[in-house]
């Protein structure tokens, strides 16, 4: 059974920061989705293994960075300029099928998911 362990969450004010991880390995694509009370999970980024393309949702383009460390097997979200808006549980995804285009914006594009932590915006 695959296991994503993420990690990072917590409650910052408007204009913090924060930074997640996802722990994973041998997967082709890492994405992070999010999901608000009453709202549909959405894709808010994700990074493609094979060459280290990134994605980003428009509502986060600018002011959250995906990266990776392939020592540590681990996937980071580095959210700077937070918004009340970005309010909700974030979630590590991996998908294991190849990838046969770019970007995966999709629940259904994924095979696994993490727990979720949760992210709080807020003064």
């Known amino acids: 059974q695959v296991q994503l362990v993420e990690s990072g969450g917590g409650l910052v004010q408007p204009g913090g920061s924060l930074r997640l991880s996802c722990a994973a390995s041998?997967?082709?694509?890492i994405g992070w989705f999010r999901q608000a009370p009453g709202k549909e999970r959405e894709g808010v980024s994700s990074?493609?293994?094979?060459?280290?393309?990134?994605y980003y949702a428009d509502s986060v383009k600018g002011r959250f960075t995906i990266s990776r460390d392939n020592a540590k097997n681990t996937v980071y979200l580095q959210m700077n300029s937070l918004k009340p808006e970005d309010t909700a549980v974030y979630y590590c995804?991996?998908?294991?099928?190849?990838?046969?285009?770019?970007?995966?914006?999709?629940?259904?594009?994924?095979?696994?998911w993490g727990q979720g932590t949760q992210v709080t915006v807020s003064s």
């Open positions: 995804a991996a998908r294991a099928r190849p990838t046969a285009y770019w970007p995966y914006l999709w629940k259904v594009d994924y095979d696994y």
């Open positions: 041998g997967f082709t694509v």
């Open positions: 990074i493609k293994s094979s060459d280290g393309s990134t």
